[in-house]
């Protein structure tokens, strides 16, 4: 099987390449491939132009790189699918007006919004980033959930646009079509002016000719929809899933945004995670650090099963000691293979909270032991 071209390959860079190089390159690429300007196939600059997005939304973040460095590009699989699923103008749009580009995870509502307002025809409508929080164990075994999304259908008569279908659009009164209107802030002495999305046409510049009979021209249909998300199973905080068209609806009668779970995991009682790999402070008796034993131990598993393994204590063990245990932290997949992490466990001592009367004399005769020996 060919080796699929990695993210560096796709932008033409080395690995070792400076993040000025690195934009330098995507600039050089995308303006190449951007589908109002490529000469070629249109499909094919399409492509291209989606894989050079995708390469440069992972490539310019510093901890989605270090992760694909470490875990290849599979180790990016949630964002990677995420950036494929953007529409690719959004991103070129977003570099060639100094936008961040992360500010599509950071923006909530309609971080391109700027841009998008002053185009014409039907764009389309604005993605949605929500906050989803997941335990260790729903992370370990993959989960679905049913969100309720924070804002309403979009009314199926006129799809959002607020206009009887095919009765078409007029001109906007308040704005004179510009989609613009001056707004007047004072503070103290001076007024300010800025220049804002007009109000009654929402930016568009033009409103529906006859109002739409079955939402009134609210362009919704008051309901919110429950949907439904798979979250694929080994996910960390700071990734996210993204579910196509299921964004805010576009009141211009193009496609509906894109729905974007920003991960995020819950601190555990007992585990810290890194990467795929499980660390845990392990308690152990006094006798069992010295001599070596066998205890049952907890490891991360699915919730409601019995998660728990037997581990070797090697003889004089100190605490603050590591016992690995190979392929028991997080799995997840990895260009097609399964892919687990290992379990740390840091030794450290237990101290009983009540002991016998025969557990003191044994220590008593222990102690006299040792500091005879000493
Ligand atoms: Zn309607
Ligand atoms: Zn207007």
Redesign the pocket.
């Given at each position: 099987m060919a080796r699929k071209r990695d993210f560096y390959d796709v932008l033409g860079v080395q690995n070792n390449v400076s993040e000025k190089e690195l934009k330098r390159a995507y600039r050089k690429k995308a303006m190449q491939y951007h589908p109002d300007r490529y000469k070629g196939d249109k499909t094919q600059g399409e492509e291209k132009f989606k894989e050079l997005n995708e390469a440069y939304s992972i490539l310019s973040d510093f901890q989605q790189r270090q992760r694909c460095d470490r875990f290849g590009q599979a180790g990016n699989e949630g964002i990677g699918a995420a950036a494929r699923g953007a529409n690719p103008s959004d991103f070129f749009s977003s570099i060639f007006d100094n936008f961040d580009i992360g500010s599509i995870f950071g923006g909530g509502f309609g971080s391109t919004q700027r841009t998008r307002r002053q185009q014409q025809g039907p764009q389309r409508g604005e993605n949605v980033v929500l906050d989803l929080s997941l335990s260790f164990e729903e992370s370990y075994s993959g989960v679905s959930k049913k969100v309720k999304m924070p804002f309403y259908k979009p009314?199926p008569?006129?799809m959002g646009t607020?206009g009887e279908p095919d009765k078409g659009m007029k001109t906007c009164t308040t704005c004179r079509g510009s989609g613009i209107q001056e707004v007047q802030h004072r503070s103290g002495m001076f007024i300010q002016i800025s220049r804002e999305p007009c109000r009654k046409c929402e930016g568009r510049g033009q409103v529906p000719e006859v109002r739409?009979k079955?939402?009134r021209g609210a362009?919704h249909s008051g309901q919110r929809e429950e949907i439904k998300v798979t979250i694929p199973k080994g996910i960390d905080s700071g990734e996210a899933v993204r579910v196509q068209g299921k964004g805010k609806p576009s009141n211009t009668g193009g496609m509906p945004g894109d729905l974007i779970f920003r991960i995020n995991l819950k601190e555990h009682d007992t585990f810290e995670r890194n990467g795929l790999d499980v660390y845990m402070r392990l308690p152990v008796d006094y006798p069992t650090l010295i001599l070596g034993g066998t205890i049952q131990v907890p490891v991360i598993g699915s919730k409601g099963e019995d998660n728990t393994i037997a581990l070797k204590i090697p003889g004089r063990s100190n605490i603050s000691d590591v016992v690995k245990r190979n392929r028991t932290g997080f799995t997840r997949k990895i260009r097609g293979n399964e892919v687990s992490g290992d379990s740390y466990f840091v030794l450290s001592l237990r101290i009983p909270k009540k002991i016998t009367k025969t557990q003191k004399e044994l220590l008593k005769k222990l102690q006299l032991e040792f500091n005879h020996k000493k």
């Open positions: 009314c008569n006129c607020g739409c079955t939402c362009g």
